[in-house]
């Protein structure tokens, strides 16, 4: 069996809760090759068009869990939800700023591995209904020996669903990554290319001009948050080259170029 066929395929959806214009500068800045499509009422999907858990050592999850990560402490307030699954195991990582990951995991059966406590963590910091999503996803944490962790993932997008969140027609968590991709294009999917650095501030810029908060990233707060990502990028980025692990690699990346373009846009508004 390879790493796209068979009952057991391996993948990987990123959900981020933010309108397109807002996701794109972020994910354009990680350099990878990236699909993003509208996902519902504040709701975008990022769809891997590459399989870099192929290379370098690193699991599905380590390198979206690297994803999420450097797109939740760059974004204006939103969090991000990676769902991943291969031949053995499947899961959710929901990043929200500089806060800690939350994550749980099923094994292949749909055996739950994770810990109730970050089930309902996960959905605190989604600002999902404390009752009514909490007793949805409740299920998903106890044994089932008629879910398996496909069931479990689509259980997980069903209760997103009613914060918004839908996904387009055919694209589903569990499939292979290839087929994700085709579904993807299909729908008419925006293929996501690095436009060099100078495209990037512009693009960060109008996004930052056009949020509701544009007229306050910007003095002492501004600048210490953009030196809060540097700094904190910096170790992150060589941590992550000195273990070769591409999705740390690129979040500390993302963390210092985002805390840079910060920094440079309060100098051009100050001027």
Known sequence: MNATSGPNPVGALLLCRADPPAVRPPAQLLREHLLLAPAGDDWSVLVPEGKPWLHGGESVEQVVTGWATALAVSAAGWPVVALWWDRDRAGLTLA????RTVGYTWLADGTPVGEDEAMRTFAARLAL???????ALEPLTEPD?????HSRLLGVVAVLGRAGLALPTGLLPGESADRLRSVALAQGAEQLEWSGWREAVRAELDVVDGSPVGAYLRGPKARVLGGAQVAAGVPLLLWGIGRRSGGWAAAGALLVAHGALGLAYDRLREG
């Not at 929200?96 to 806060?99: I, K, L, M, S, T």
């Not at 020996?145 to 962790?149: E, G, K, L, W």
């Open 96 to 99: 929200a700023g500089f806060r």
């Open 129 to 135: 209904d404390p009752v009514l999503d909490v007793q």
């Open 145 to 149: 020996p008629d879910a398996d962790a």
